[in-house]
């Protein structure tokens, strides 16, 4: 199993604090939304939070791993970061994270246009 029962509702209890949360099942994991947007994955009973450049950092200082969805495919990895054992055993540390991931969810993308319509 990609991810227990146990693990999913020992995270939404302790995400209790950011309100509320809905898990979705996604691709053999989990995706955790709030407000209708996706902030969070668990995948393999691991806990994987979005990020960009402002939340990358406290990730990057603390060692944690890069979700990567394939293990044949090492260097193809997605925007969501491991959450540390002691942010995650902490209710409180662990939804101030995820309300700098739901933050990250709430800004739009600005990416270029596939198919740029010509006039």
């Known amino acids: ?27 053999g994991g989990i995706g955790l939304y709030s407000n209708e947007r996706i902030f969070g994955l668990i995948f393999r009973d691991m806990l994987y939070f979005k990020v960009n450049d402002s939340n990358r950092g406290d990730y990057e200082a603390r060692g944690m791993n890069r ?15 491991e959450v540390p054992a002691d942010v995650l055993e902490d ?4 939804a101030a994270w995820a ?3 739901t933050a990250v969810s709430a800004t739009p993308r600005s990416r270029p246009r596939k198919n740029p ?3």
């Not at 999913?8 to 099942?25: D, F, K, M, T, W």
């Not at 209710?91 to 662990?94: G, L, M, N, T, V």
Request: with cysteine; hydrophobic share 40%.
């Open 91 to 94: 209710a409180d540390e662990c």
């Open 117 to 119: 319509r010509r006039r």
């Open 1 to 27: 199993m990609a991810v227990s029962d146990e693990f999913l509702q020992y995270v939404i209890e302790q995400l209790a604090g950011l309100g509320s949360v809905a898990p979705r099942r996604l691709f």
């Open 67 to 81: 979700f990567r969805p394939f293990a044949d495919k090492p260097l193809l990895s997605m925007t969501y970061y």
């Open 99 to 101: 309300r700098k991931s």
